[in-house]
């Protein structure tokens, strides 16, 4: 008896003509993000003068660099958590809703828009004359114009325009997830709201809420053109991102911008894996109703 | 369904529409802000402008050469949607239907790029590409580009292959279809409302993706969001009513192929695959 050629031993295992198809792309994805990625790793540790690790010890030891992730962290932490915090109770309410087509179609605009457009807009809007100074002094709110742009909240409201339909839509899809059932079934045996929410729903949203933090606060951190156009962008709102596009593009010292640029990912990897992590503390299972 | 008819429950309730209704509000002030804006003919501490004109738009897209801006956008989108498109549908339908080892490994690498700041990637990606001497050109706008939007694709095709039943390829093969048979005239015509979702959902993100083609973009290679926000920047030297009307030009480029998209897909697919069950 033979044995089995090469071929059905490899098709045996997975490979035959079909799985080839995954070589094109995954050519692509090797030669444009994971090739970069080790360069740029390498760049960084060569710099134009110095020690390999010149460029990360210039950047902890110069306040104007290393403050940028403070002033990073301190936009887009408060942002994700007042997106997701409000996006949680809309979204409960909006599932009860049997048309939600028109409402999801207007809060996808400005993820479709983008910030920079957005933040064109609220420089008018939120502008001393703009029609929100105007509306808050009408109704008393405000004594004269404050000052909306150009500092911290300009760059909060730009990133609470884009962020908080970003992390509706994705609780909406989680929490629509969740069979009906089971809070029917909570409510037949007594349950009042607050208890069906804190101890039936919430243990079960636990994991997607994770995972939509984590993603909203992606969107948050990377934040770059609004921090520019209606931040401060040599004050307060000099986040990370733009030290590394200045360091990569204004100095020309592309070394020191791919440094930052590492910098940037790891703090924000830490971040997201500090969150998930803490995800295997809670419930994970089903969240269908059925037995099985 | 349930409805609780408390009192508190009532509070409550109302509370969450306001704070919703407060949302929507401002976000449309926004918008509106700039078209009002852009057909201004003075507007200066007044709720509206003194008169209304159409000059500006005009005036916009002569300062900014935005026929020709206009143009690139359209080439680079186009040529990322078909080549992220090919790519993309080929190698779903490998980790779609084929288990090998390292898979797992493969799917990872196409989910990095999502959960990753644009610019970590796009800084030593630029740098790559300006080295090669591709920085500001129109194939190095493209392949900046492709980063997200190929995984993108890849990653919207795996479930929607996964649902294709392959007994249909399989009775296929008996009645004797070749390679090239089976997929035009089986596969293709099944994958194509998949394919037409993505590759619009793609073809959107790309138009508003600003901060990747703004790294490589040269003078001649620049997309619309770019030289809008260029245009932001610089705001002082130009009037704040022609920049508006540039600002009205993309969001009527970008909404256009919006409204075009939502006919094939949900709104809450833009940011996620959502499996959406009819509440009751």
């Known amino acids: 008896m033979r044995a089995p050629s090469l071929r059905t031993r490899l098709a045996s295992r997975g490979f035959d003509g079909t799985t080839l198809l995954v070589l094109p792309g995954l050519a692509v994805m090797l030669g444009l993000f994971i090739y970069p990625f080790f360069y740029g790793l390498a760049d960084s540790l060569m710099p134009k003068e110095g020690v390999w690790y010149a460029n990360y010890a210039n950047f902890f030891s110069d306040p104007f660099q290393y403050r940028t992730i403070a002033a990073t962290l301190w936009l887009a932490i408060p942002v994700t958590i007042v997106n997701l915090a409000f996006a949680v109770p809309i979204a409960f309410r909006v599932r009860l809703m049997t048309r939600q087509r028109l409402l999801t179609t207007i809060l996808v605009l400005p993820i479709t828009l983008g910030t920079v457009f957005v933040a064109d807009g609220l420089l008018t809007f939120l502008g001393p004359q703009g029609w929100f100074n105007r509306v808050m002094i009408l109704v008393g709110l405000f004594d004269g114009p404050v000052k909306l742009t150009n500092n911290y909240w300009g760059v909060f409201a730009s990133l609470v325009i884009t962020g908080f339909p970003f992390a509706f839509l994705l609780t909406l899809s989680y929490v629509t997830g969740i069979d009906p059932a089971i809070e029917q079934a909570a409510a037949t045996l007594g349950a009042s709201p607050r208890q069906r929410f804190m101890r039936v729903f919430l243990p079960l949203l636990v994991p997607g809420l994770a995972v939509t933090f984590c993603l909203a606060f992606v969107q948050a951190f990377a934040v770059f053109p609004s921090a520019v156009l209606l931040g401060s962008p040599a004050g307060s709102t000099r986040v990370i991102s733009i030290a590394a596009y200045q360091a990569a593009f204004e100095q020309y010292d592309h070394s020191l911008g791919s440094a930052i640029a590492m910098i940037m990912g790891a703090v924000e990897l830490v971040i997201v894996l500090l969150v998930l992590g803490s995800r295997s503390l809670f419930y994970r299972g089903p969240t269908g109703g059925t037995k099985g | ?280």
């Open chain 2, 1 to 280: 369904m349930i409805r609780d008819q408390g009192l508190l429950s009532k509070i409550w309730r109302f509370a969450v529409w306001a704070v919703a209704g407060l949302f929507i509000l401002n976000l449309l002030g926004v918008i509106a802000a700039v078209i009002v804006n852009s057909f201004a003919t003075r507007w200066l501490g007044t709720w509206l402008p003194l008169g209304l004109t159409t000059k500006w738009y005009f005036s916009a897209w002569k300062e900014f050469q935005l026929s020709s801006v206009v143009l690139v956008t359209f080439q680079v989108v186009f040529a990322v949607v078909i080549i992220s498109g090919l790519l993309g549908v080929t190698t779903a339908y490998a980790l779609a239907r084929r288990d090998f080892p390292g898979k797992r490994i493969v799917v990872l690498l196409f989910l990095l790029p999502l959960l990753i700041p644009p610019l970590t990637y796009g800084i030593p990606l630029a740098t790559v590409l300006y080295q090669l001497g591709l920085g500001g050109s129109f194939w190095g706008v493209v392949l900046i580009n492709l980063v997200p939007s190929l995984p993108f694709v890849v990653l919207v095709m795996i479930p929607f292959i996964e649902q294709i039943d392959p007994r249909i390829e399989a009775a296929a093969r008996v009645f004797g279809a070749g390679t090239g048979s089976l997929f035009l005239r089986i596969l293709l015509p099944l994958l194509l409302p998949g394919m037409l979702a993505a590759l619009l959902l793609v073809l959107v993100r790309t138009i508003a993706m600003f901060e990747l083609t703004f790294l490589v973009a040269g003078p001649t290679s620049q997309t619309l969001v770019v030289s809008l926000y260029y245009a932001v920047f610089a705001s002082g030297v130009r009037a704040g009513q022609s920049i508006d009307a540039m600002a009205v030009i993309y969001m009527v480029t970008t909404l256009f192929w919006l409204v075009l998209a939502l006919q094939f897909v949900n709104p809450s697919q833009i940011v996620a695959r959502a499996k959406q069950q009819p509440a009751s």
